[in-house]
């Protein structure tokens, strides 16, 4: 997307017909590898399944780990792709086993082999950074392998392995045998392996991966050639292994009711033990120390937390809990004096769980939450804590020049920091799910999120199969669960940019995703999807079945002529075909070129598109609600980034990929930002004119003018974000 080509018709009809018959001949291979996730309902709520076991957080605990990080043996080898991503019948573990020339067993001799660091890109990355060369595309099959020493004291303990992301399918054998599977490279999971390890004794894991191309397959997600970042392959992001006793917590979700505190925290306990046990949960509330020197360094809350705040109502649970069982405990409680998260004070706490056996603590869990609104509001105002937002946005690609999607938190709060800097309130994590501590540090940092599933470019006829895959929805309820304690994370975003000439059923997937959310596990948040703005013809009836709809503006730039002209008027037009919901700018920027001929026209294409932009922004720079629905916009990107197709280099950054070069369009972005960055990002409180006390607004009689929110009325909910049809835009029924 270096060029903007203007396309005579004919030719482009023709291209599109050509287009839409080889993805009818790619639409012939459906994969039949069965989804690893699922929902269980227990006692009128779901618990997320994974692998077969309730799906565990992903939050750093203080548990016994083994970290996996280290030198692995490897072996690449030609795969066949429709091979892995069938069913894993008894053949199918044959074949593996003649494929791998018997390197699954134990005793197999991999001294041959070559030496790679494990987590790291399996890609070889460029000697500098944005060399036109890119870097390696690996798409083909990969055998990792490496002996560990397991403790022996861990013999009696349920011993995960987790992966915080793998692409694309993944399989793993301890010790020869067989323990799971996962498909998609962007979001995390893990494998029971309890019974697999030798307790104090020499351990061999195998994993093996295939790096499905991207071309034209239907049936995976990501899975085009144009992808507009680069397919990188391997185990990315780290990997250990961690002890956790016989009967512990799996994860608890902390979700606000209101903005006065109050908390729906749902627990989920597991017995792995011999025997029925006897049980208690007990929770507890502390404060986060942002003053902590290791703050935006160790993703452990428990080893962050300050002093003890507040729970009234019933914080504790006895239970009995039979072998292999699990279940779900609900606590409704009010955090006392609660100090509300925004990103301008990002104000966090940490929720602990104590699990005790016979009056003894055997198990503790902390995970770190904030406490905030976020709804849609009358005059298509998308409110935080009831205060209409307009936020200074950012996009962020997950590669560095060195590592490419390897992460570690250091570099992510570095990249986050020179982002604030740039006078960001908001950012788009690209489009895909990010490393895990990304969303630890928005929450940390102050960033509001839009959060997205790698469902790039979809079409009429990947729609279907990826419906009848359940990927998307896997992807999507593995996102979502994930990131269910953040409250940094605002919209959950269904896809980008379908494929706007091939997409006339896109209402079916848009309103079957939003609905899985809405029906079976509703989280609070917003949910939209990135369309282009050239295919509104075509695709904006499906803003319809969003909350908030995201349009890439890229007028002036790869269609029309006048960008502020014509951004004005389009959203216009779209604010008056959906006027009850919010508009929210995902994407404008423009590329520098290689050798920087296109700086002059980036700061061109930021001014211009500011000035259209900023007429319908729902809060001045002096935070005063006007009467525009525009709720952020979104620079594409902070930094270059490299992408599959040729011509590896994308652009687009307002600066290199070293983080440390600049260009004139990143001066420009900061100082048309600042106005609206310094006022925080938040309008003034709308008003609530009831007298629930269920906010933060003071709903008092008249005679009662001290602006404090503290009369005598029963608390309902209706005001703030609890929505009772899960439609977003109200409690429209007045209860929940």
């Not at 134990?106 to 890119?134: K, Q, R």
């Not at 009358?378 to 020049?401: I, S």
């Not at 600066?655 to 309008?683: A, C």
Request: charged share 20%.
């Amino acid at each position: 997307m270096e060029r903007f080509i203007r396309f005579d018709v004919r030719v482009a009809i023709l291209a599109l017909l050509l287009l839409s018959v080889t993805l009818s001949e790619a639409a012939t291979k459906v994969a039949t590898l069965p989804m690893t996730f699922d929902l269980q309902l227990v006692d009128g709520q779901y618990i997320p399944f994974q692998n077969g076991r309730p799906m565990i957080s992903f939050d750093p605990q203080e548990r016994p780990t083994l970290n996996l990080a280290g030198t692995w043996k490897k072996q690449r080898f030609a795969v066949d792709h429709d091979f892995s991503l069938g069913e894993r019948t008894p053949q199918w573990f044959d074949e593996v086993n003649a494929e791998s020339e018997g390197a699954i067993d134990p005793g197999y001799n991999d001294s041959g082999w070559e030496e790679h660091h494990l987590p790291g890109v399996e890609n070889v990355m460029p000697a500098t950074p944005e060399d036109p060369i890119g870097p390696e595309i690996y798409e083909n099959g990969l055998y990792y392998r490496r002996h560990i020493p397991v403790p022996a004291a861990w013999q009696d303990s349920v011993v995960r392995l987790v992966v915080l992301a793998a692409e694309y399918v993944t399989d793993v054998w301890i010790n020869g045998t067989w323990v799971g599977y996962h498909e998609g490279g962007y979001g995390s999971f893990a494998l029971d392996v309890s019974t697999a390890l030798l307790y104090g004794q020499d351990n061999v894991i195998v994993i093996r991966i295939d790096a499905v191309p991207w071309g034209l397959r239907m049936d995976i997600l990501p899975n085009l050639f144009a992808t507009d970042w680069m397919h990188y392959v391997g185990v990315i992001q780290e990997l250990y292994l961690e002890a956790a006793p016989a009967a512990h917590v799996v994860r608890a979700d902390v979700l606000p009711q209101n903005a006065v505190g109050d908390l729906s925290v749902s627990v989920v306990v597991e017995n792995r033990g011999a025997t029925l046990e006897n049980l208690t949960a007990e929770i507890s509330a502390f404060n986060l120390d942002q003053n902590n020197p290791e703050y935006l360094h160790n993703p452990i809350a428990a080893q962050l937390i300050d002093a003890p705040a507040a729970l009234s109502g019933s914080t504790e649970k006895t239970f009995s809990l039979a072998h292999n069982g699990y279940l779900l405990l609900d606590f409704s409680v009010r955090l006392e004096n609660v100090a509300l998260w925004t990103p301008e004070q990002p104000n966090l706490y940490a929720l602990q769980v104590v699990l005790s056996l016979a009056s003894k603590a055997s198990d503790t869990f902390t995970t770190q939450f904030g406490v905030r609104t976020v709804q849609v509001g009358a005059g298509a105002k998308v409110l935080l804590n009831n205060r209409p937002v307009f936020f200074t946005g950012m996009a962020r690609h997950e590669d560095w020049p060195d590592s490419g999607r390897t992460a570690t938190m250091e570099k992510i709060a570095a990249d986050l920091q020179i982002i604030r800097d740039t006078q960001v309130w908001f950012i788009r994590t690209a489009h895909y799910p990010n490393h895990p501590y990304t969303y630890l540090l928005t929450d940390r940092m102050g960033f509001a999120v839009w959060e997205e599933i790698p469902a790039w470019w979809i079409n009429y006829i990947s729609i279907p199969i990826l419906m009848q895959r359940g990927l998307a929805k896997q992807m999507w309820r593995e996102m979502i669960w994930n990131g269910r304690n953040r409250p940094s994370i605002l919209f959950w975003s269904l896809c980008n940019e379908p494929m706007w000439y091939f997409v006339y059923n896109l209402r079916d997937y848009v309103r079957d995703l939003h609905e899985d959310l809405d029906e079976n596990f509703p989280d609070g948040r917003l949910v939209t999807q990135s369309l282009a703005a050239d295919g509104a013809v075509l695709t904006g009836d499906a803003q319809q079945d969003v909350d908030v709809a995201g349009w890439t503006m890229y007028f002036g730039v790869f269609y029309g002529e006048d960008i502020v002209a014509e951004s004005q008027a389009f959203l216009q037009r779209q604010h008056e075909r959906f006027p009850d919901i919010p508009l929210l700018v995902c994407e404008y920027g423009y590329w520098s070129n290689d050798d920087g001929s296109g700086e002059a026209r980036q700061v061109e294409v930021a001014n211009q598109s500011l000035d259209a932009f900023y007429q319908f922004a729902a809060v001045d720079p002096a935070g005063l609600t006007q009467d525009g629905p525009l709720c952020a916009v979104i620079w594409w990107c902070q930094f270059n980034w490299y992408r599959i197709e040729e011509g590896h280099n994308q652009t687009m950054g307002l600066m290199h990929m070293d983080r440390e070069t600049d260009k004139p369009v990143h001066q420009t972005v900061m100082d048309r930002y600042q106005p609206y960055f310094e006022m925080g990002g938040l309008g003034e409180p709308t008003s609530d004119d009831d007298a629930a006390d269920d906010d933060i607004t003071d709903d008092d009689e008249a005679g009662n003018d001290d602006g404090a929110d503290d009369d005598s009325t029963p608390r309902q909910n209706g005001d703030v974000r609890t929505d009772d049809d899960h439609d977003h835009h109200g409690d429209d029924h007045g209860c929940l």
